[in-house]
Structure formats: structure tokens, C-alpha cells
């Protein structure tokens, strides 16, 4: 019998990465409702999963996500598979959508379940209502972060490595070319898959880490050079104080 294959992964890495989840309302167009569309539902709506512009393929990480709608839809538990993570519906009024997202297999991460209302209506100040009422568009998005701790050796891969910047290797995504990588927190000194030298394209290296290394750590000298200043110039305070306070004593005849 094979022996069990323990499943290997980064100590003291974690890995966050952004992501929005949001809806758009919209107002149904009388004359290009479709026939089988309930009379009684006056908006469209759309809810999605997306990331940033700019970051990332989502579906380096995510692999599928399932949207519970009212209980009253037909099919209310809507899985998709592949980015667009996004489904479109129409109806009257707003609710509560429990939205579950399912990591790629390299993560071997349990589900994380996330909940979203459904805004239909106008909402906000003035100014967000008045760009709703022009725009025929009621928007209501999240910024959000997962946090991969300690991320499998071959999920690890995955997000550091480039393929996550091209967009149709793992299913579509929004966004185009490449981009900063995800935020990496590692509990080390530096980073070590940052790459030794920077390039137009990628501004983030182990040179110019080591350069803002550098100056943090001359930033804190600088700090610690103020603290000694003020410590001293505190005690000279307090040495002058309690000398005016002998002198008055003498004074006085008092011991203050
Ligand atoms: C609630 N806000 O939470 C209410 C429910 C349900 C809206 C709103 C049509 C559904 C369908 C629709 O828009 N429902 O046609 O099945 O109690």
C-alpha cells in the first residue's frame, strides 16, 4: 500500500488576496422585457464575485461559487463554474444572498461563505443617488480579502507564479495583463519570492526590498536618536522642577 502523502505546505506564509462582491440593479425595459419574465419583477439584477481591476486571474484561487437566492426563485442554490463568477436575474425586491466560495483543489481549503444584500433601490446621499438616477444603476460592492495561511507547496506555486497573470489559463477573468502580485506576509526578514532584480514590468524586488529594509531600519534609529533627546531634555525638566520647588521650600518653610 502507497503511504499517505502528507500535503506540504509554507510555514509562516500567509497570502491574502482581495476580491468584491457586489450587485447591480437596474430598471426593466418594458420593451425589451422578455415574454416569460414574471409581471410582477420591475428590476434586473446581476450579483458577482470579481477581483480589483488589475489583480490577478481569480481563478488562480477561486474555482467555484454558489449563490442562494430567495428561496421563491426557481433553482434558488446557483453554482458557477468558471469566472464570470457572476448570474443575472430579475424580480421586485432585495434580499439576502449567502454567497459560498470554493477554492481550487492545490489549496486544500475548506469553503468560505460570505453574505451579500441585494440593494434594488436607490440609496445614499445626494450626490450617489443623483449618479444612480442617471446612470439607471443601482451599484452596491464590497471590497473583501481571503487568507490562505500557510498555502500548500503547489498552491504556492500557483499564486506566485505567472501563469496567474494570464487570463485565459484557468478560466476567464476580468482585468488584463500583468499585475502587482498578491499582498505576501511572511513573518521572515525578507521575502523570498520576490525576484532579485526589478523590471519595468514588476517594481518589486529583493534589491528594492532591501533598499526599504534599509530605510525602515534608519527610520527607527532616527526615531530611537529622538526618544534619547526628548528622555533627556524631560529629566532636565524635572531636575530644574524640583529644584525650584527646594528653593521655594526654603523660601516658604514648607516641603512640597
Ligand atoms: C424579504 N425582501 O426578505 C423580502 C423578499 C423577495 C423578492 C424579497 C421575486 C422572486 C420570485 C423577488 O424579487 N422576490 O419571483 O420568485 O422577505
Same mark, same amino acid.
Given at each position: 500500500?502507497?503511504?499517505?502523502?502528507?500535503?506540504?505546505?509554507?510555514?509562516?506564509?500567509?497570502?491574502?488576496?482581495?476580491?468584491?462582491?457586489?450587485?447591480?440593479?437596474?430598471?426593466?425595459?418594458?420593451?425589451?422585457?422578455?415574454?416569460?419574465?414574471?409581471?410582477?419583477?420591475?428590476?434586473?439584477?446581476?450579483?458577482?464575485?470579481?477581483?480589483?481591476?488589475?489583480?490577478?486571474?481569480?481563478?488562480?484561487?477561486?474555482?467555484?461559487?454558489?449563490?442562494?437566492?430567495?428561496?421563491?426563485?426557481?433553482?434558488?442554490?446557483?453554482?458557477?463554474?468558471?469566472?464570470?463568477?457572476?448570474?443575472?436575474?430579475?424580480?421586485?425586491?432585495?434580499?439576502?444572498?449567502?454567497?459560498?466560495?470554493?477554492?481550487?483543489?492545490?489549496?486544500?481549503?475548506?469553503?468560505?461563505?460570505?453574505?451579500?444584500?441585494?440593494?434594488?433601490?436607490?440609496?445614499?446621499? #445626494? =450626490? &450617489?443617488?443623483?449618479?444612480?438616477? $442617471?446612470?439607471?444603476? !443601482?451599484?452596491?460592492?464590497? /471590497?473583501?480579502?481571503?487568507?490562505?495561511?500557510?498555502?500548500?507547496?503547489?498552491?504556492?506555486?500557483?499564486?506566485?507564479?505567472?501563469?496567474?497573470?494570464?487570463?485565459?489559463?484557468?478560466?476567464?477573468?476580468?482585468?488584463?495583463?500583468?499585475?502587482?502580485?498578491?499582498?505576501?506576509?511572511?513573518?521572515?526578514?525578507?521575502?523570498?519570492?520576490?525576484?532579485?532584480?526589478?523590471?519595468?514590468?514588476?517594481?518589486?524586488?529583493?534589491?528594492?526590498?532591501?533598499?526599504?529594509?534599509?530605510?525602515?531600519?534608519?527610520?527607527?534609529?532616527?526615531?530611537?536618536?529622538?526618544?534619547?533627546?526628548?528622555?533627556?531634555?524631560?529629566?532636565?525638566?524635572? #531636575? =530644574? &522642577?524640583?529644584?525650584?520647588?527646594? $528653593?521655594?521650600?526654603? !523660601?516658604?518653610?514648607?516641603? /512640597?
Amino acid at each position: 500500500m502507497p503511504a499517505a502523502t502528507s500535503i506540504k505546505r509554507k510555514k509562516g506564509i500567509r497570502i491574502e488576496r482581495p476580491f468584491i462582491i457586489g450587485s447591480e440593479a437596474w430598471p426593466l425595459d418594458p420593451s425589451t422585457r422578455k415574454s416569460d419574465t414574471p409581471p410582477d419583477h420591475t428590476k434586473g439584477w446581476r450579483i458577482y464575485v470579481r477581483v480589483p481591476d488589475g489583480q490577478p486571474a481569480i481563478s488562480t484561487w477561486l474555482k467555484k461559487v454558489t449563490f442562494k437566492i430567495f428561496h421563491t426563485y426557481e433553482n434558488p442554490s446557483r453554482v458557477v463554474e468558471n469566472a464570470p463568477f457572476e448570474i443575472t436575474e430579475t424580480g421586485w425586491g432585495g434580499f439576502n444572498v449567502d454567497v459560498r466560495l470554493f477554492f481550487v483543489s492545490e489549496a486544500s481549503a475548506k469553503p468560505e461563505w460570505r453574505s451579500h444584500y441585494l440593494q434594488l433601490e436607490p440609496y445614499g446621499g #445626494e =450626490e &450617489l443617488q443623483a449618479k444612480q438616477a $442617471s446612470t439607471q444603476m !443601482v451599484r452596491s460592492d464590497f /471590497l473583501d480579502f481571503v487568507e490562505f495561511n500557510e498555502p500548500t507547496d503547489a498552491f504556492y506555486e500557483l499564486l506566485t507564479g505567472d501563469e496567474q497573470f494570464d487570463q485565459g489559463r484557468r478560466g476567464r477573468g476580468k482585468g488584463k495583463g500583468k499585475a502587482k502580485a498578491a499582498k505576501i506576509v511572511s513573518n521572515g526578514e525578507g521575502s523570498v519570492e520576490l525576484p532579485e532584480k526589478e523590471t519595468p514590468d514588476n517594481p518589486f524586488a529583493r534589491s528594492s526590498e532591501k533598499q526599504l529594509l534599509e530605510m525602515l531600519a534608519s527610520a527607527e534609529a532616527k526615531i530611537d536618536e529622538l526618544l534619547v533627546e526628548e528622555k533627556t531634555k524631560n529629566e532636565q525638566t524635572l #531636575e =530644574e &522642577l524640583g529644584e525650584l520647588r527646594r $528653593s521655594l521650600g526654603q !523660601v516658604e518653610g514648607i516641603s /512640597l
